[in-house]
């Protein structure tokens, strides 16, 4: 195993353009690489954009999906290398789950790795999971795995079979209504990095095989977690399935229910009913 | 007792009121600012209990949309009043709770010995709006504002885009859930099985009772013409259930599928501007100047609910209230001559004393080992509320405490009345008044 420490953070718009001209002719295993960051702080005025944007209070603390979008460039660097057996346009976000080890200060220095592992076998193709690691003093502080689909690719011969199911109780009532509007993937890229053009508009969006733009499944995740935000344990287990796009505009309701000492949530579509992601949180 | 002492606490004194006529939005005061008629409104009362020129402890009002420039309305409409330009003032805000706030924070003032005498009150405009610029534009506006170099400010502007100018009009919902208040009162409805027709009784009776009261000239000195207006505008007289049955549902949407929407603009309380005052005092202040005292505050509390994510509907905290303040007092539900429950929505009055009649509601939620019991509806705002008058949020506090103070008084010594009001933000406030 390899591991290769960045001095700078990736430019994301160069990694998805990579990506997108070296998608063809991949395969293989996963790479037996990590990649790393240290001594990483945060920038206070993209922290107070994110939290605005995701409706976290903005507090002394890091938002628990923060430090994704702090290891989401090291997950772009590596999987838009040639090396990485699936083609990135095309991946799908399904899963994310997010271990909180403690509550991370705003000022602290943090050092990161992220790595791929578990590639398996889905009934529509196969999933790889980029995992996250984010130590503070030495200590791992955070946690994260995201997990792709893409669709109609073989995982190697002898791979497990993939999990991505997460079950929540009945979550009957709706306890808020949001009305997303058609920027909200923009507004999102804005702050996370994340520029992937499925979520940044109509046309890029169809580009990639979407009828319109679709918004980010971790800021649906954020948002979730924004709305709960004082009410959350402190140390948690947040763990997402993402289900079916969430075309922008839309109007979606939230439903919460407590749930082993923490909560059960889901968005759907306001009309439909189309779910969009379930969720649970649960104190470690 | 030495004579620069406190005083014990005393019950402070309401001595009356004005208001000015609601109006329905956009209509006969559609040009008046929440400062033009709280100022016609203390004129108003300066001239019924002559003031001119007096000086008052304290003034305490508030408005619930307010204009950034408005951050000091209450001083700012003293000050253009005939009150004595020494008298203090501050604003406060509870959303619909802020009128009856106020006459509570200067009763307390009051029975501390703080003040002497106070005049509480509540304006509102859903006409004159405050219009905010989005936040994207507001953003930019200050970084243009903080620049110092013509490059600077060139900078900002450049990152002004079109879609940005759209102004952002104030919305009747509640922030963390996204809902209109009439959504959640709908919600509630449903789950307390309220139907269309009790809630169209209720309104009539609202209309029917104003009605008789504007005849027998019960509001003569309680409410002062103001732009040509002298009576509310909303108020039907001739308000029917045929009539009210015609009208279609307007909330309802967050409703599970296949549940009745029963909740329309006759039993639901419209957009309105207007203002009210109440001049509270010592006995002695008012004995001083032979003025009357209608009725004393003795008591009030409030509560707040959980409707967010515990369950709970958002306009049921006086609910939890009400007993609260009913035991400290040693009192039950059924130890009042009137009852004065704010009609938000016809639904809401509803399912307040539906829940006061349910035993398990009362067991689990308020914690009661009986329930309240119910309430004689006869005694039900005997003189019209919400429905009929109009709701200008914050004016709401003041027109019932006035209009009750007088109920009581004229029913004669030792009577009592109870007043309950839901807010926003699923809050409550609740008092009891005797005479």
Redo the contacts between chains.
């Keep these: 195993m390899a591991t290769t420490v960045l001095d700078q953070p990736p430019n994301m718009a160069a990694l998805f353009a990579k990506a997108a001209l070296t998608a063809r002719g991949r395969g293989g295993d996963l790479p037996d690489t990590r990649l790393a960051r240290t001594g990483v702080t945060v920038d206070g005025g993209n922290l107070a954009g994110y939290a ?1 944007v995701c409706g976290f209070p903005l507090t002394g603390a890091l938002p628990a999906t923060y430090p994704h979008v702090l290891t989401f460039g090291l997950q772009m660097a590596l999987m838009s290398d040639r090396a990485f057996p699936l083609a990135l346009p095309g991946l799908v976000h399904v899963r994310n789950g997010i271990d909180v080890v403690r509550p991370i200060g705003a000022a602290e220095s943090l050092d990161l790795e992220v790595w791929a592992e578990r590639f398996a076998t889905h009934p529509s193709g196969a999933t790889v999971d980029l995992c996250a690691s984010v130590t503070s003093g030495g200590e791992e502080v955070w946690r994260g795995r995201s997990t792709y689909l893409a669709r109609g690719a073989k995982a190697p011969a002898g791979a497990p079979e993939s999990d991505v199911t997460v079950d929540v109780g009945t979550l009957e ?7 997303i509007a058609d920027d909200a993937g923009r507004r999102y890229a804005k702050v996370s990095g994340d520029v992937n053009p499925i979520h940044l508009s109509g046309l890029t969006a169809k580009a990639f095989g979407f009828k319109r733009a679709i918004a980010h499944g971790m800021w649906v995740k954020a948002r979730v977690l924004g ?2 935000a004082n ?1 959350l344990p402190e140390s948690s287990t947040i763990d997402v399935g993402f289900r079916k796009p969430l075309f922008l505009p839309s109007t979606v309701t939230l439903a ?1 229910a ?1 749930a082993g000492g923490g ?1 059960d949530a889901a968005v759907r579509n306001a009309t439909s009913g189309t779910e969009h992601l379930v969720g649970t949180i649960r104190p470690r | 007792m030495a004579s620069n002492s406190k005083p014990a606490t005393r019950k402070a004194a309401i001595v009356g009121g004005n208001r000015i006529p609601f109006a329905r939005s956009n209509s006969t005061y559609a040009q008046a600012s929440n400062q033009d008629m709280l100022t016609a409104t203390l004129d108003g009362l300066v001239a019924r209990f002559g003031l001119q020129g007096a000086e008052v402890g304290e003034v305490v009002a508030g408005a619930v949309l307010k204009h950034a420039r408005d951050f000091n309305l209450t001083r700012e409409s003293v000050l253009g009043s005939k009150l004595a330009p020494s008298t203090p003032a501050y604003d406060v805000q509870q959303a619909c709770g802020t009128g009856l706030e106020a006459a509570i924070l200067v009763a307390n003032k009051i029975a501390l010995g703080q003040i002497e005498s106070g005049i509480a009150g509540g304006v509102d405009t859903t006409s004159d709006a405050p219009l905010a610029v989005g ?1 994207d534009l507001r953003r930019v506006l200050i970084s243009l504002n903080n620049a110092t170099s013509l490059q600077d400010r060139l900078k900002a502007l450049a990152r002004i885009r079109p879609g940005m100018i759209a102004p952002e009009i104030p919305r009747n919902s509640e922030p ?4 209109a208040m009439g959504e959640h009162a709908q919600l509630t409805a449903h789950e307390w099985e309220i139907g269309r027709e009790e809630q169209d009784e209720l309104t009539v009776r609202s209309h029917q009772n104003m009605a008789a009261a504007y005849e027998q000239g019960f509001f003569d000195d309680l409410v002062t013409p103001f732009l040509g207006l002298s009576r509310d505008q909303n108020l039907r007289p001739d308000s029917s259930l045929e009539k009210l049955a015609k009208l279609k549902p307007v909330f309802g949407r ?1 409703l599970p599928e296949g549940a009745e929407a029963t909740m329309t603009a006759g039993n639901s309380t419209p957009l309105t501007d207007g203002a009210s005052a109440v001049l509270l005092a010592s006995d002695e202040w008012a004995a001083e100047r032979g003025l009357p005292v209608l009725a004393h505050l003795v008591d009030a509390q409030t509560a707040a609910v959980d409707y ?2 515990g ?1 709970e509907g958002l306009l049921m905290a006086p609910v939890y209230a009400v007993p609260r303040m009913l035991a400290r007092n040693g009192l039950s539900l059924q130890d009042f001559d009137f009852y004065e429950i704010h009609e938000a929505f016809a639904s809401t009055v509803l399912a307040t004393m539906k829940a006061w009649e349910d035993p398990a509601y009362c067991k689990e939620k308020l914690g009661l080992d009986a329930p309240l019991g119910s309430i004689d509806r006869a005694k039900l705002n005997v003189h019209g509320s919400s429905l009929a008058a109009g709701h200008p949020f914050a004016a709401t506090g003041g027109r019932i405490v006035a209009s009750l103070a007088k109920t009581l008084h004229r029913a004669g010594p030792g009577k009592r009345g109870l007043i309950s009001i839901c807010a926003a933000g699923g809050q409550g406030v609740v008092a009891v008044l005797e005479s």
């Design positions: 605005r009532r709706s306890v808020a209504t949001w009305r709305a709960l009410r919460t407590q909560w | 936040d963390r859930t996204g809902l967050a967010v994510h369950g």
